[in-house]
């Protein structure tokens, strides 16, 4: 079977650029991968799943169609292309070369021109044809040979439609109908007008009664009211709308079989792209892992403008579809250790260690590492330390098997890594203070942290020493996996390698790290973020390494008996599903759920379905179908429960540390942008609050024994609080100043009424007003999170400005600071950098300016919870206490505290979390006392 596949170039590329506006994918040198990223993943999955015998892929040009001609407005209200998809696309095009598919373009003729007339041409030369589009127009070439192929979205498989799935989704006779109905319907995007009043659903209709637009219009004397007034009035237009919709199948364009043969990628040219944007996942996926992710990659020291942004640097035209600077491919290669001149020293024996301890005592810094036997600090053992003083100069010191000789060695090191007056450079150098906390060696003294430097410096890209080193530094470091081989069950680790060959890596890592600090370092003080590092970020480091270090005691037995209590109402839910449904089936099986759901119980006619012909049962579609029939709800109770079994209640003993009998988290400084920590193994900050049955998940967290108790300190609504500082806006530092209850002081100012006569209803509406102004949300998504009409919602916020105006000129002032600086920042200076706040696509631009609005708040609330730990942690070492801070999630701090020191804890925590920053309006926290952290909390 000859099988083509056509792919819509620029529909996929955008399509695929905006599935992660939301998290977009940048390389570390800045630049914007997203729509390449997906637009090789889509084709890669294509490659693998369909196996084409023949491809190509079909773009516009910018050249007038005749449809330009016929329709001045034709796409004249189009919102211009994101910059960095721009930026993005000579990337793809490379991509596409190095696949070695052809790309066809004509002059005159749209995309969907051209895959129309080679589709038709295809099918009449015994090829079964898929156009690859989410565009909905090319339902009217589907025909015995000719599908759309709709490539995977949101969770959902792709889809793909043939005749019989054409006339039942769009509910016609034949498939040229489609045509008339887009029509009528006309599409706002390419600016195709339609008749007015007329919709998909009265077209459907329309069309089923009629048969055609032309039809339509003879037989407008029997339409009714406004209808028939349209249909009458702008006849015309409807016709031009037609032609408009309607894919032109003679375009002069060659069918040439051999041209569109699928042959082998070209690796010569793959390759480079790929390491060039960071491709190191899909380059194994492409050449397995021969794949080439260091030595022979292009690195570029990227030209930057003064946002930090990199200037667009492109590969070379390939096609005269876009227009390109000069190619990225012409850069030297990266260096690789065997480049430099360097002088890495092994240390193994006590003559050697007792002269580099004497040197590393004269300096006031030094750069540190650490190799163990695996990546979880807190079960890792030592292999090794490594030392770099100067640069291209390092130290590698072995530390054996044997536990104790591993602790004498350490102890030798011990006064220059517990003293106070040398600094410690180090990349990630909490995890190398954890390690060394379970051999009793604290490190002490000042700290600079490049992987934090750099996080500061450009928060929204990766950290990783190696990116650094490959785009600061050109060069490109010893992979671990060249010593200890691939991520998988037969990966070895640092013991299994023989130390010679451990010398380099451990030394270039500390001498790696150190030339980074002497270029971040300056880079810090250029951006005004010194202080943000040395105050805050680094100090943090120490703290977050005690907190992990002590873990939280865990309940296993309550999660046990939680887990059987869990078991009986996720059966009781599959069994009420069961009778309501009157059949019973595997309810964890989407196949079979969907058949009940839509082929017994009919809850819609409409139901769409997957490639393998199985109804689509996703969250999503649930949701939309609860107020249908109370069955949907229960199914969507058992899904939560079984969730909440599996993910929490079932997994939180298996993640106890056997050496300590505790849960150690592992905090993250240098995920998200806003100056939030994030943790993993477990993810604290989902343990579950919103539901009753997810709140009993925290019961299980305890105090550590009859004579401890849990403190639980809360900032009470504290970014309202910030945004109120922040904007200086008088009514609502006035309410907080008197102790009003922020939502109902909201809600008797947006209503008119008294603070006594808000009711519950009114407060729960300013609540969401309070919350949704901070994150961007319009009319619409207030609405539609109310369950309110649109026009009430607008009014809300139109009245919500008015009686704060502060946060109106607040919201405006942030924007056009954005604007002209390109970035903005919290109380303390932090910098959230917006790179596309000056965008000419409102989409692109629109998100940007969210982040402006949002990014001061949240980073603010970050930094004022952050210094609040360093002070706490210092003021209980300092007071001697026995008392562990254990937790920090979101706004919350939780602390295993001796019954004895209960009243010095809470006064520390109360004055050190209420003054962590100097503010105008009262920060007010909320402690709570108890056994576990749902009484205390």
Not at 178 to 195: E, F, K, S
Request: charged fraction near 25%.
């Amino acid at each position: 079977m000859k099988k083509l596949f056509l792919l819509d170039g620029m529909a996929l590329i955008y399509r695929a650029h905006f599935a992660l506006s939301k998290s977009p994918r940048f390389t570390s040198t800045g630049l914007n991968t997203s729509a390449v990223m997906g637009f090789a993943n889509t084709l890669l999955e294509v490659l693998r799943k369909e196996n084409p015998s023949h491809i190509a892929v079909v773009f516009d040009t910018d050249a007038p169609t005749e449809r330009h001609t016929d329709f001045v407005a034709y796409k004249a209200h189009r919102q211009a292309m994101p910059e960095d998809l721009s930026i993005a696309l000579p990337y793809v095009c490379k991509l596409i070369e190095g696949f070695n598919i052809p790309v066809i373009t004509k002059d005159g003729f749209e995309a969907d021109d051209i895959i129309g007339t080679l589709a038709k041409e295809g099918e009449k030369r015994g090829f079964q044809v898929y156009c690859m589009t989410p565009d909905k127009d090319f339902a009217q070439l589907v025909s015995e040979n000719i599908f759309i192929y709709k490539p995977a979205r949101m969770g959902n498989d792709m889809e793909i439609l043939g005749v019989k799935e054409v006339l039942t989704k769009w509910e016609i006779e034949n498939v040229e109908q489609v045509i008339d109905i887009l029509g009528l319907w006309g599409d706002a995007v390419d600016n195709i007008p339609g008749i007015p009043g007329i919709g998909e659903k009265t077209a459907k209709l329309l069309i089923k009664q009629y048969g055609s637009v032309e039809n339509i219009i003879a037989h407008s004397h029997e339409l009714k009211g406004k209808q028939r007034e349209n249909v009458e009035a702008f006849a015309e237009q409807g016709m031009i709308s037609k032609k408009l919709a309607t894919i032109i199948l003679n375009v002069p364009v060659d069918f040439d079989e051999t041209a569109l043969e699928l042959t082998a990628p070209n690796k010569e040219l793959l390759e480079p792209l790929f390491a060039e944007l960071e491709f190191r996942t899909l380059g194994k996926r492409v050449f397995g892992e021969g794949f080439n992710t260091g030595e022979s990659r292009n690195n570029i020291s990227m030209q930057t403008d003064l946002f930090g942004n990199p200037v667009a640097q492109q590969p070379e035209r390939e096609s005269k579809i876009f227009v390109a600077p000069p190619s990225l491919f012409e850069q030297p290669a990266a260096k690789t250790i065997e480049d430099i001149t360097h002088d890495y020293r092994l240390i193994d024996t006590a003559e050697l260690r007792a002269d580099l301890l004497s040197r590393l005592l004269e300096q006031e810094s030094i750069s540190f590492d650490t190799e163990t036997t695996g990546t979880d600090a807190n079960l890792a053992d030592l292999v090794g330390l490594s030392f770099c003083i100067n640069v291209n100069e390092g130290f590698y010191i072995p530390l054996p098997a044997d536990r104790e000789i591993t602790q004498q060695i350490l102890d030798e090191f011990r006064v220059v890594l517990e003293n106070e007056n040398i600094a410690k450079v180090g990349q990630n150098i909490k995890y190398d203070i954890l390690v060394l906390k379970w051999y009793d060696v604290h490190m002490k003294g000042k700290l600079f942290d490049t992987m934090l430097a750099h996080y500061l410096i450009d928060p929204d890209t990766r950290h990783g020493m190696d990116l650094l080193a490959q785009n600061y530094l050109n060069y490109s470091p010893i992979s671990i996996t060249t010593l200890i081989g691939a991520k998988g069950k037969n990966q070895g680790t640092m013991r299994d390698v023989p130390v010679e060959k451990v010398v380099d890596y451990a030394a270039e890592d500390a001498d790696v790290t150190l030339q980074l600090a002497n270029i971040f370092g300056p880079m810090l003080k250029d951006l005004n973020a010194e202080k943000l590092a040395d105050e805050i970020e680094n100090p943090l480091i120490y703290v977050l390494a005690d907190i992990e270090k002590e873990g939280v005691r865990i309940d296993i037995e309550t999660l046990k008996a939680y887990s059987l209590e869990l078991e009986k109402d996720i059966s009781r839910f599959e069994q009420n599903v069961f009778d309501k449904c009157g059949v019973q089936f595997n309810l964890a099986s989407p196949k079979q759920l969907g058949e009940v759901l839509f082929d017994k119980l009919q809850l819609d006619p409409k139901a769409k379905k997957t490639k393998t012909g199985q109804y689509q049962t996703g969250e999503d579609v649930l949701l939309a179908l609860a107020h249908k029939s109370d069955v949907v709800q229960d199914i969507l109770d058992f899904r939560q429960l079984q969730k909440l079994k599996s993910t929490y209640v079932d997994a939180l003993p298996l993640l106890v540390n056997p050496k300590s009998g505790r849960v150690h988290t592992s905090y993250n400084q240098a995920v998200a942008a806003t100056g939030r920590l994030s943790s993993n193994n477990p993810n604290l900050q989902n343990i579950p609050i919103r539901t009753e049955r997810g709140r009993e998940v925290r019961k299980a967290f305890i105090a550590r024994d009859e004579h401890h108790v849990l403190l639980s300190a809360d900032y009470s609504q504290i970014e309202l609080r910030i945004i109120a500082e922040i904007s200086k806006e008088e009514n609502m530092l006035d309410a907080f100043n008197k102790g009003i209850d922020i939502h109902t002081a909201t809600a008797a100012k947006v209503y008119g009424v008294t603070i006594e006569e808000v009711d519950s209803t009114q407060r729960r509406n300013a609540k969401a007003v309070n919350f949704g102004i901070i994150y961007g949300q319009s009319a619409f998504g207030l609405s539609q999170n109310l369950g309110i009409p649109r026009k009430e919602a607008a009014e809300m916020i139109e009245q919500y400005f008015a009686q704060y105006p502060g946060i109106k000129r607040y919201m405006s002032d942030t924007m056009n600071f954005a604007r002209e600086n390109g970035f903005v920042e919290t109380i303390m200076g932090r910098r959230r950098y917006l790179r596309d706040i000056n965008s000419a696509n409102q989409t692109v631009r629109g998100f940007a300016e969210r982040n402006a609005i949002n990014a001061p708040i949240q980073g603010s609330a970050a930094d004022l919870i952050k210094i609040a730990m360093i002070n706490i942690h210092r003021d209980m070492k300092e007071q001697n206490l026995q008392s562990k801070m254990t937790m920090q999630v979101h706004d919350e701090l939780v602390f295993d505290v001796l019954k004895t020191e209960v009243e010095a804890m809470k006064s520390i925590i109360t004055h050190r979390m209420k003054s962590a920053i100097q503010t105008n309006v009262p920060i007010e926290i909320e402690i709570g006392e108890g056994a576990n952290w749902l009484a205390a909390h």
